[in-house]
């Protein structure tokens, strides 16, 4: 994560400053308030009915033996005859948790809950937390591989990077289902869909725009990845020891930053973010530091600026400031403010256009497909500051991702 930067005497208040001195409830307190009352926000039901012997007979036993029986002959029937086809295990260790950090797994538990409700609500996919107490690679490996044959996707969420990475990697090795990675698969999507957007309404080509990404986690590497994938080539990339490249110690480097450092370009003589964002056309946020960019970061900048805070629960900049500085487009993670860039529009979507078109390997070019698919819901002539991503109830997404994968495999 980055470094923090040097706290202001004034700032933007929060919406949660301002509910509080309205005497309103906050958004976390309205959380506390639902969690507690329906202690877990998700259940299992059954699709049939148990009461009878006969029903029992067949749904349990002797009946289900002949089902069974046809599985073990052919273990794909267990997409036909089971909820393999539609479970998704999300995965986590409760290593990086939001933007909160390592609070374990217990306390990971209310976002993936959450995470499943999305999964259910938005793609009709049932999605299971599964909260892991270890946080050792090869146990979370071994696990995840050891419970497989019940599912027929795996979402890695909120562990720790490279960690997150080199399981990612493994496991779609291993596997022979999808593994989705929220952090650098969604997060990516999300964003080059934003950016597309932004682009259009600046009147930039993804050739022609300088960018820099403060973060070098799991989000900061699929976001560099998939905008490089789409032709930008102007990057720069910061974590906590400043600016990524070839000749830092590699003592400060792992594996993926150092893949990192092979297609980003660090400015001459660049070493911190206040150096290399200047003028720059964009900065994405996803380093998990709260106020990280400053107004005068902002205003280092080009002209009509793009800013992409993404942090949560609380972003890089806030979106008002980083306008007043001259931003021409803000868009956060967050749903308290707009231009929502959340991994929401993402997972549930995709994974059921995956899970439905028996996708074995995620590739790069599916996740370019999606997101200019959720850029293209936006009409050009209705590009505006405020205006480019769908929002997440928008009926039209589900249909457009499903043809963005099919093409994908197609091609």
């Known amino acids: 994560m980055e470094t923090r930067s040097k706290s202001r005497t004034t700032r933007a208040k929060s919406p949660r400053d301002e509910q509080k001195a309205k005497g309103k409830k906050t958004l976390g307190e309205k959380a506390i308030e639902l969690h507690k009352k329906l202690r877990g926000k998700i259940e299992i039901k059954s699709k049939v009915s148990a009461r009878s012997p006969e029903e029992i007979s067949i749904v349990y036993t002797p009946g289900v033996a002949e089902v ?12 036909e005859y089971t909820s393999k086809w539609n479970n998704v295990a999300i995965v986590t260790d409760g290593t990086r948790t939001l933007g909160l950090g390592s609070l374990g797994p217990e306390a990971a538990l209310p976002v993936m809950e959450g995470k499943a409700v999305l999964y259910k609500q938005f793609g009709n996919v049932d999605a299971f937390p599964i909260c892991l107490q270890t946080t050792a690679a090869e146990e ?22 490279p960690k997150a990475l080199e399981i990612v990697e493994r496991l779609t090795d291993e596997l022979d289902i999808p593994v989705f990675h929220d952090d650098q698969h969604g997060t990516a999507v999300v964003t080059l869909a934003a950016l597309v957007n932004a682009l259009r309404f600046t009147k930039r080509k993804p050739e022609n725009t300088r960018v820099v990404v403060a973060g070098a986690g ?17 990057m720069v990339v910061t974590d906590s020891h ?31 973010l206040e150096q290399a964002i200047k003028d720059r056309d964009v900065f994405i946020g996803v380093s998990g530091v709260k106020n990280l960019m400053t107004a005068e970061m902002v205003k280092s900048m080009n ?31 967050s749903y308290k403010f707009e231009n929502r860039a959340n991994n929401a ?3 549930p979507f995709t994974m059921r256009a995956i899970l439905d078109n028996r996708i074995h390997k995620i590739s790069e070019q599916l996740l370019v497909n999606v997101a200019y698919a959720l850029a293209d819901l936006i ?33």
Do not use: W
């Not at 800013?307 to 609380?314: A, G």
């Open 242 to 272: 400043g600016v990524i490249s070839r000749s830092r110690p590699l003592g400060t480097m792992n594996k993926y930053k150092i893949e990192l450092a092979s297609i980003t370009n660090a400015p001459d003589g660049a070493t911190t």
């Open 140 to 161: 979370i490996i071994r696990t995840v591989k050891y419970i497989s044959p019940v599912f027929g996707g795996i979402n890695i969420e909120d562990i720790e990077t």
């Open 68 to 79: 069974c029986l046809e599985i073990a002959a052919d273990r794909q029937k267990a997409y």
């Open 303 to 333: 002209r009509d600026s793009i800013i992409f805070p993404l942090t949560n629960p609380d972003p890089e900049i806030h979106p008002r400031l980083a306008s007043e500085a001259g931003a021409k487009v803000v868009a956060t993670g």
């Open 379 to 411: 009409p050009k002539d209705k590009l505006s500051q405020f205006n480019i991503v769908p929002d997440v109830t928008d009926p039209r997404i589900q249909q457009a991702v499903n043809k963005a994968v099919r093409s994908a495999t197609e091609g």
């Open 218 to 234: 799991s989000a900061g590497y699929g976001i560099v990845k998939i905008l490089h994938a789409i032709g930008v080539r102007d």
């Open 345 to 347: 529009l993402v997972f």
